[in-house]
């Protein structure tokens, strides 16, 4: 049985208070001997926890103690998992304790990850393994600090307990905040039950938690909607620019808060390449890199199926209307696509060509095979130094470099605003995969977590030159690529 902590945490359990058939009460399972391996002091902060010695948080955080105020639910959601529809999901390893109402009066949920079965549980055992844990915590804290919406980790603990994959392997809790868990799936849960009421509830809760002003509209769920599909867009299009390929985007993956969630079989990508897969379980290219903003357009038509009968009681109007709230994706990503890449081109206004420099820049590194962070990060030094010492001085980029030059003088802007601009655009770290497996192989092999612990905190500046650590922002030598990612969940 989990015992009760006498820390409160400042719980304010909204989800709770809806309909018991949105989620199963469940506290999480006892593990045997837990290890505190990660805490997000910071992120504490922000949400206003009390003070936790490491005892408290060891038993917090690895599911042995719950904290006051907790009402540990596992959440009900559907989805369509490469395409096939599951209407049976929801959190089948995961278990959120509670809301919190942060510092910034945001509302954030915090879940546990890894922490026993569930009534979603199904065949799976409901527990983690350590080398996704510590892939989530370190990509999603690096998301933070790039500047891309993403949940966050909070936490994370060994359990002292092995769980088997095909081979056994440490597990491992990790606790992530999420400003809300609902995803496009928890709408199709409730449209699969034919359950209108629900999905009334459901669109009034997202509007209060997500998306306020749509309450004023004259249709509120089409506004709600029109959110998503804008929120959905610019996210996708933050990926293409610093080249991540989440993996997995089925629906239940897919949360309607506009941030990116569930970092399985995720990876950013060295040399560019706009058929890039790495998750094992992809086998089509389904979710390949270049398919991304055409998937997201996928999942948000599932997720207008389930309201639109909310935005007219005419049926055929409300389907117009869908169609033409779902289009909108198109522009919406296309403009944030646009202004994301003249950024990093050093690019402070707009011409209309500009559009074809970024798309030439792309061919030149897809046919150069070249290192996509790398080549936009040398851009600044490009601007300064002879071509020779850059690896953009190739012949293949002498034309489009002339090019670029010629735009550059155009604006009004000087050299070292330029060069600031490019290196607040081009990151020079990202959590590259071959150096997340090596960290999580220490971890596994060694019990050795320096690694890990030296890669967050490079990842914590990703814009910063950290010379010391150019081990990090080098592309993997041939022998040391990952050319694939698993779930292993
Ligand atoms: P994911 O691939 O992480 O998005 O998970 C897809 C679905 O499978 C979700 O409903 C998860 O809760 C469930 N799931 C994944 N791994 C496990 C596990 N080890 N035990 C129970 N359910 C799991
Ligand atoms: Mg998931």
Request: some cysteine.
């Amino acid at each position: 049985m989990t015992a009760i902590n006498q820390t409160r945490f400042p719980f304010d359990n909204s989800y709770a208070r809806l309909p018991e058939d949105f989620f199963a009460p469940v506290p999480p399972g006892t593990v045997a001997s837990p290890r505190l391996i990660r805490f997000n002091e910071s992120l504490a902060v922000e949400l206003g926890l009390p003070h936790l010695g490491d005892a408290e948080k060891t038993a917090i955080f690895s599911g042995n103690e719950l904290p006051g105020g907790a009402q540990p639910i596992a959440m009900a959601y559907s989805g369509h998992q490469f395409g096939h529809f599951s209407p049976e999901l929801g959190d089948g390893r995961a278990i959120l304790l509670g809301e919190i109402v942060d510092r910034n009066g945001r509302r954030r949920d915090v879940q546990l990850k890894g922490s026993g079965p569930t009534p979603f549980s199904r065949r799976g055992d409901g527990r983690a393994a350590l080398g996704p844990v510590m892939r989530e915590y370190l990509v999603s804290e690096a998301f933070h600090a790039l500047g891309v919406p993403a949940t966050r980790a909070l936490a994370a603990v060994t359990t002292g307990e092995r769980v088997y994959r095909e081979v056994a392997l440490p597990g491992a809790v990790l606790t992530r905040v999420a400003s809300s868990h609902i995803r496009v799936g928890t709408f199709q849960y409730f449209a699969a039950r034919r359950d209108r009421e629900a999905i009334m509830r459901l669109v009034e809760y997202v509007i209060d938690r997500h998306y306020p002003d749509a309450r004023q509209a004259e249709r509120p769920a089409r506004a709600l909607y029109e959110n998503v599909v804008a929120r959905q867009a610019q996210l996708v299009a933050r990926w293409m620019q610093i080249g991540f390929i989440h993996g997995v985007m089925n629906t239940d993956n897919m949360s309607v808060s506009g941030e990116t969630i569930d970092f399985g079989p995720c990876a950013f990508m060295d040399h560019y390449d706009p058929a890039m897969v790495f998750s094992s379980i992809d086998t089509g290219g389904r979710y390949a890199y270049s398919n991304q903003p055409i998937v997201a357009q996928w999942n948000l038509a599932r997720l207008v199926e389930t309201l639109m009968f909310l935005f007219d009681p005419d049926a055929d109007k409300a389907l117009e209307m869908a169609k033409e709230s779902l289009a909108a994706f198109k522009d919406i990503y296309q403009t944030a696509w646009l202004d994301g890449f003249r950024r990093k081109l050093g690019l402070f206004g707009a011409e209309d060509d500009d559009a074809g420099l970024v798309q030439t820049f792309l061919d030149t590194l897809a046919a150069t095979k070249s290192d996509f962070t790398i080549a936009f990060r040398a851009l600044a030094s490009a601007l300064e130094s002879p071509p020779a010492e850059n690896p953009l001085g190739a012949a293949a980029f002498s034309d489009w470099r002339a090019r670029w030059a010629q735009r550059l003088s155009r604006q009004p802007q000087s050299k070292t605003d330029v060069a600031a601009l490019l290196r607040a655009s081009n990151p020079a770290f990202i959590p590259r995969n071959h150096r997340i497996e090596q960290a999580i192989e220490a971890a596994i092999d060694r019990d050795d977590f320096t690694r890990f612990h030296e890669m967050l905190a490079v990842l914590s500046r990703p814009y910063d030159d950290q010379p010391q650590y150019e081990l990090y922002a080098r592309p993997p030598q041939h022998e040391e690529r990952v050319l694939q990612t698993f779930c292993g969940t």
